[in-house]
Every structure is written in C-alpha cells, then in structure tokens.
C-alpha cells in the first residue's frame, strides 16, 4: 500500500528521499512522488506514474535540491493512477501533503472548499487535507495548530505529513489509523509509513499513536495527543537488520525468503523451546496466568495469516482441546458474535497494520473478551502495542509481497501456543512431547524439504499454461492447500481454488477435465486413505493431477498422475513442510510466465485501509 518518506535535515535529503522510497516499494504502489523545499523557498514537486526509477530518472534530469522535503508512493483508492493523482498533493503551491489511508468525508470537504474558492487539480480525497490545512493557516501563524483545527474534519484514516513553502524548518505529522514512525537522527529527524524506509539514516524510532499530531523539526520532536496535550513517546532501537532489503543473491526476495525458512524458523525457537517442553514466559511477564485461564481461542486475520489461524484451529482442538473459532478480520468486524468465557482473542499478523485486523482487536476489547494475544513479525507494530500479549515470529523483515517465511514462523509459533494451552487442559504428556520434538526436528526437516526443487521447476513447465487449478487437501493441509492455491494466484495470476477433498463430490467435480489441474498434498496420516478415494474420483474422470506425496504414502507417477515426493515427517509439522512445495511451485509457474513475483499486479504487501 501506499508509502510515505519525509526528512528534515541540513544536508540535501533527495536520496534519503527515493532510497526509502525504493525500501518501500515491497509494499505495492502504482505511482511516485516527491516535493522538496528548495533553498530558493520554492516547492519543487516531482511526481510519476510506475515505478520509482521513473522518479528517480526525472528527477536526475534536474539539480533537485532541499533539506526539506517529503515523497511518497501512491497505490490508488480514489481517481486512477495518473500524475495529478500521485502525491504529494499541493495547495497553491505553499503547502504540501503526502498522505496513506482515505479521508471518506472528502466529498462533503470538497464541496465546502470548492465554495470557498480551492480549485482541486486530482480525483483524489487527499486534496482536501491540503486545502483545509491552507484554509486553517488563515486562522493561525502555526502550522502545527493548523494541522490539529484540520484533523478534526477529518472522517476515516490517515498517516499525513504536511510541509509549508513559508515555514521550511519543519514538517507536521498525523496519525490516526495508518501508521507513522520518527525516526531519530543526529540534527536531523524523519518521518515515515515503515521503518524499513528509514533504516539507512537511523536506528531510533519513535511509533506515533492514534491520534498523534507531531510537529518535526531538525533538532526537536514535539508529540501532542488527540486533545492537544504534549505527550512523550518512548524510543525504540530497531534490530532489524539494515541490509534486511537485500535479495542476498538471489532471483527473486520470494526464493530468498523461502530458502531462510530453516534458518528463521530455528531463530524462533531459541530461546523459547528446551529439550524437554516450553522455557517461562515466552509469550511475555504474566502471561502464563493468563493462558493458564484460557477455556476458548477467537483468531481473527487476513489474507495468509488467516490460513495460518485455520491450520491452528485443528491443532488448539485436537491437542490442547481448547474450542477454537477463526475469522477473517473483515468478516469479524462486522458482525455481531458471541463472546465465550475465559475467551482468548489471537490476532495474526505478519506486518502488525492491517486495517480490518487491529479493528478487529479494538472491536474485542470492547467486547470483553478476556486477554488478547498478537502472533506477529513486527516489534512495535500496532497490534504488538495494543495487544495484551504478543509473540513475534522472528521471520526477520518480507519483502516479497506473496507471503512466505512470514507464514512458516506462524504455524511455528501456534504449535508453542497449542503446547502452552495445552498443558493446563489435560493435553497428554506423550503429545506435548511429540510437539517439542517436532519443532525441533523443523528446521532440518524444512532444509531437507527445499532440496526438492529441482522435480517442481519441471511439474511447473507442465503447469504454466493452465488457467485454473483445483487444490485438495485434508485435516490441516486442507488450510495448507488453500495457502497454495492463494500463492499460485497472487503471483502467477493462475485461478486457484482449494477445496476440503470430502467436498469434491459437492460440486468441484464438475470442473474436472485435463485442463484443470489438481494438486494435492497427501502426507501419510490417518487421513490418507480417504484422500485416496478422492484422487481416485478425480482419475476416474479423466483429471490430470500433481500430487505431493510421502514416500510411504504408495502414489505411483503414470500417464494422469505426477508424485513428487517429499521428505517423511509425522504428525502437526506435517502441514508446515507440504507448504514448502507449493510455495515453490508458485515461484516456478510464476518465473516461467514471466509476471512480477515479488510485486504482483494490484496487490500490496501491507494493507493499511479496509
Ligand atoms: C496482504 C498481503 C498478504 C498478507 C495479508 C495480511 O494481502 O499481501 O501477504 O497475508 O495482507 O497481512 P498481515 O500483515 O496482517 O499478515
């Protein structure tokens, strides 16, 4: 989703500028801009649609120059991707706005500052915040009281940040439901929608709250809460590491993050997961108290995480004999649910911002539920600082936008929830035992399981010029199919869909011919046989299929079946080694076609608008 990057320095900030907005392009846009205050006390603005070498090539035909300066990176809600509709947005050319989230009242705003004599120049809504701030200066000498009138107007989210050509020692900054951070410097502060912009200038940041108005200068940071008062905000050392946005030699970020699978999945066990059961308070000071209590489990997420939610329901029910019930946020939200007791809300989240996740969180505190836990990857993220409790899954920072390690490291971290809840709710010694040591054969086992590579780059020649596909899977690798079939239409644009195997007969059936082909994962559990049955149906009528197979599990490769085999593995990491394969098998269907792997079309990466 959008991007934002700002700096108030001595020196001449453009590459800081287009260097955090290179780090953010991970997270999907479709047009870039720039606007600089010039030492002339000119606003210099730059703006293109694609990517942001385009910016950077335009902007290397001028001598663009400032200390002052703010850029973003636009993927469109209101008005199509054109230059008028990239930011930063412009009010008779003194002040300058860059802006993620949507402003819903921005026609009633228009409409008012059309009749006050503003001419808009975009279809977008974030016009209106720099006409209104204008509007507001005429009330006031400060830029930063005039940013506080305005925010009040505003209905929706924002993460803004304001510059003013008659005030170049500063730029203003609010937050409410998109997220912004301050980012520390020695005589020179930054702003900016992610941490990962800023990394190469600082390693100090500052995670504005909702509500937070800031005003930034050179030297000083003065935060005001909602109601104006000043408030002081503590400072994070981020350990993220600053080449963390390097593809480490590889094609594509998607392949590298797959190949650190082991290794970040062994980072978040350490510590966490001895020899002989869970260490103490892992999921942080008193928490183990509180899940101690815990009688029913809420999970609530998007996208890949809520796949992830799924696979866990199986295991928190099986295992722990915790109820458990999952949810997409967007759903959740939403609609009116009952609050069990002693009910634990778990969000799952990768970047810690999506918009219908941390509205779904506020929602169950409102709701009463008991504790709330995030399962997420980024300290300091917002539902990290509005949850309760929080365990971070450590997969280091994901770039790709198709999530991969990200994935892996939850299931990791719901096995050790399943452990954790499960000791206080009669969980069998013998099974908690299994679990431990499941995890910790994980990281071989996952090291072993990439080493398959070279059979699925051929089954992905076979596959490539397919339009649709079916995947089946049974138990918990019914979510782990449906993880598949949502990495083979991110990336390959492929249509994908995933069906519980029982289902087959229900209607999906139908769609069988040698056009369709069908994935299956099939490891060899109790559920094995049955999914046999369902292979069975599907040669019968006349289907071609790819199945992901344990040696032992008996398939045969013939003329309408390819096994591939993958490594022997027993019991709950099954579904996290079978994800391995598909995650591969979209990478290599999706190199061949030829298409964006690591950006895409129409997909962002952190979805901070609902
Ligand atoms: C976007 C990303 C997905 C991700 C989903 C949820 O759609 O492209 O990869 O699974 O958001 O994001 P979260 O950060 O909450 O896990």
Same mark, same amino acid.
């Given at each position: 989703?959008?991007?934002? /990057? ?30 600089? $205050?010039?030492? +002339? ?36 809600? %209101? ?5 008028? +509709?990239?930011?930063? %947005? ?58 506080? @009138? ?18 170049? #020692?500063?730029? /203003? ?6 997220? $912004? ?11 900016? #929608? ?45 350990? =993220? ?38 260490? #103490? ?34 295991? $928190? ?11 997409? @946020? ?34 169950? *505190? ?34 790709? /936008? ?14 050790? $929830? ?26 071989? *086992? ?22 649709? #596909? ?34 087959? *007969? %229900?209607?999906?059936?139908?769609? =069988? ?10 490891? +060899? ?9 369902? /292979? ?56 061949? *076609? ?17």
């Amino acid at each position: 989703m959008c991007g934002i /990057v700002g700096a108030v320095a001595e020196r001449n900030v453009v590459e800081i500028l287009l260097e955090g907005l290179k780090r953010l392009e991970y997270r999907g846009y479709d047009s870039a801009g720039v606007a600089l $205050l010039q030492p +002339n006390g000119i606003l210099n603005r730059v703006r293109r649609t694609g990517k942001v070498q385009e910016l950077v090539d335009a902007l290397s035909d001028q001598e663009a120059l400032g200390s002052t300066g703010i850029a973003h990176t636009r993927w469109a809600t %209101h008005g199509g991707v054109t230059e008028a +509709n990239a930011h930063p %947005h412009f009010s008779s050319d003194r002040i300058a706005v860059v802006h993620n989230g949507i402003i819903e009242n921005y026609q009633s705003l228009r409409a008012d500052l059309t009749s006050k004599g503003y001419t808009f120049t975009s279809d977008t809504d974030t016009e209106t915040i720099a006409h209104t701030v204008h509007e507001e200066l005429k009330n006031t000498d400060s830029l930063l009281a005039a940013v506080q @009138a305005s925010v009040k107007q505003f209905h929706g989210a924002y993460g803004t940040v304001i510059m003013d050509r008659n005030d170049p #020692s500063k730029v /203003v900054v609010a937050r409410s439901g998109s997220p $912004l951070v301050i980012g520390l410097g020695l005589g020179e502060n930054f702003i900016a #929608s992610d941490q990962m912009a800023l990394l190469p200038v600082t390693r100090r940041f500052i995670f504005l709250e909702e509500g937070d108005v800031a005003e930034i200068t050179r030297r000083t940071v003065s935060i005001y809460d909602q109601d104006g008062k000043p408030v002081k905000r503590e400072i994070i050392e981020s350990n =993220i590491e600053h080449d963390a946005g390097d593809k480490g030699g590889y094609r594509h970020y998607m392949l590298k993050e797959i190949h650190e699978q082991p290794t970040v999945v062994r980072n978040a066990l350490k510590e966490r997961v001895g020899d002989e059961g869970l260490l #103490s308070d892992i999921f942080g000071k008193g928490a183990d108290e509180l899940l101690a209590k815990v009688k029913h489990v809420q999970i609530v997420a998007c996208g890949t995480s809520y796949h992830a939610g799924m696979t866990a329901r199986y295991w $928190l029910e099986q295992f722990a004999n915790v109820s458990c019930n999952v949810e997409i @946020a967007s759903e959740f939200r939403y609609r009116k649910s009952v609050v069990h007791e002693n009910s634990l809300l778990v969000t799952i989240s990768q970047s810690g911002e999506t918009a219908d996740t941390l509205a779904a969180l506020r929602l169950a *505190k409102e709701l009463g539920y008991m504790a709330s836990l995030t399962i997420c990857n980024v300290p300091g993220s917002s539902l990290v600082r509005e949850s309760d409790m929080a365990y971070m899954t450590r997969a280091g920072a994901e770039i790709g /936008v198709a999530s991969t390690k990200a994935f892996t490291t939850q299931l990791t971290a719901f096995l050790v $929830l399943t452990v954790a809840l499960g000791k206080h709710n009669g969980m069998s010694e013998v099974d908690q035992k299994a679990i431990i040591q499941g995890l910790h054969s994980l990281p071989a *086992k996952l090291e072993e399981t990439l080493a398959i590579t070279q059979g699925i780059e051929d089954l992905a020649e076979e596959f490539a010029d397919k339009n649709h #596909s079916l995947f089946l899977g049974r138990g918990d690798q019914y979510p782990i199919a449906m993880e598949g079939a949502l990495k083979l239409k991110e990336i390959s644009y492929i249509h994908a869909e995933a069906y519980a195997s029982g289902e087959l *007969k %229900h209607g999906p059936l139908a769609l =069988i011919d040698e056009e369709m082909p069908v994935i299956v994962v099939a490891p +060899n559990n109790e559920l094995l046989e049955k999914l046999k049955s369902n /292979v069975e149906e599907v040669r019968a009528r006349g289907g071609i299929m790819y199945v992901f197979a344990d040696k032992d599990a008996a398939f045969a490769s013939d003329e309408t079946m390819r096994v591939i085999n993958v490594p022997h593995c027993d019991g709950p990491i099954a579904p996290i080694i079978y994800t391995i394969p598909l995650q591969l098998l979209s990478y290599y269907v999706a190199l061949i *076609k030829g298409t964006d792997v690591d950006q895409p079309r129409n997909l962002a990466k952190s979805v901070t608008v609902e």
